[in-house]
């Protein structure tokens, strides 16, 4: 599922901003990009998004600036110190041609250290930090709850279509029997007409009632619609739900395959086909939801 959210704070000596975004996942995967400084806290930050997401691409970005400009680069007296009191001991034995400028000792290792971003009291941003993932994740989950609200309603609505066309299918089984019936009478009676053989009704109840429990689709049409009445408790009741979803609407495609297998009727075909076409999209959907 889709959303967004983002908080920032600011006060006068850093400025922080916090987006949050998700995409439509199957799993849950979490990409942070972060400012070097908090990359120690990385897991800390993006504990929030893993409890209270499930499904979804979650993508947290943060923004660190500090608006106190502070030095990058501090002078190390106590190495600068041992260098000098070593070069004094040099310019002793070498009089005045071992004189050397303090000022190039600043190029020796150790004298300039640059200093880190972590010595910048970044530990004291780490709390307000959180605060404002928990700000941002609040409105990504707000969004997308209301996306959920609107995919739930087309899913009942396809829901409510299958049902539809089951109770199509329920009424023409019978039909399709009794008119196989008439066309199989007929049909060996042309056969039979210019022979001594007549068709005996028995015979013909035998070949019927063959074709009807080959073509019977009750159970499938019973199981369908279990997994429909699963489905929408599923959907209603909240919660991460998607992957069960998923797995209902697969065993929906079952029944509907296995009843396009036995109908050899044009109409019924059509409604099946029509059927699965609105699984389809409830399939869908449900890779959708969380």
């Not at 044009?266 to 609105?278: E, S």
């Amino acid at each position: 599922m889709t959303g967004y959210g983002s908080a920032e704070y600011k006060d006068d000596k850093v400025s922080l901003h916090v987006e949050v975004r998700s995409i439509n996942n199957r799993f849950l995967k979490i990409t942070s990009r972060l400012p070097e400084a908090f990359i120690a806290y990385q897991e800390q930050l993006e504990r929030p998004l893993k409890e209270r997401v499930s499904r979804g691409s979650v993508h947290l970005d943060v923004e660190y600036r500090p608006l106190v400009e502070a030095p990058e680069y501090h002078v190390n007296l106590e190495t600068l110190k041992g260098y000098y009191r070593s070069l004094e001991k040099l310019r002793e034995e070498l009089g005045p041609e071992g004189d050397v400028p303090i000022a190039s000792l600043f190029s020796l290792p150790g004298i300039c250290e640059r200093i880190k971003t972590q010595e910048r009291g970044v530990e004291e941003q780490v709390p307000v930090l959180e605060g404002l993932v928990t700000t941002a994740l609040n409105q990504l989950l707000e969004m997308r709850t209301q996306e959920g609200g609107a995919l739930e309603k087309d899913i009942m609505r396809h829901k409510m279509e299958i049902e539809g066309l089951l109770v199509g299918l329920e009424r023409k089984a019978p039909e399709v029997v009794s008119h196989y019936r008439d066309r199989l009478r007929k049909r060996v009676s042309l056969l039979l007409q210019e022979t001594n053989v007549e068709l005996s009704d028995s015979d013909l109840a035998r070949e019927v009632a063959f074709f009807a429990e080959r073509s019977d689709i009750t159970e499938e049409l019973a199981r369908l619609r279990s997994h429909l009445q699963q489905m929408e408790d599923t959907v209603r009741e909240g919660g991460p739900v998607g992957r069960r979803l998923e797995f209902i609407v697969q065993e929906m495609f079952r029944e509907a395959n296995t009843m396009g297998s036995k109908v050899c009727d044009g109409d019924m075909l059509k409604d099946i086909i029509d059927i699965k076409l609105a699984i389809e999209r409830i399939k869908e959907q449900s890779f959708n939801v969380e």
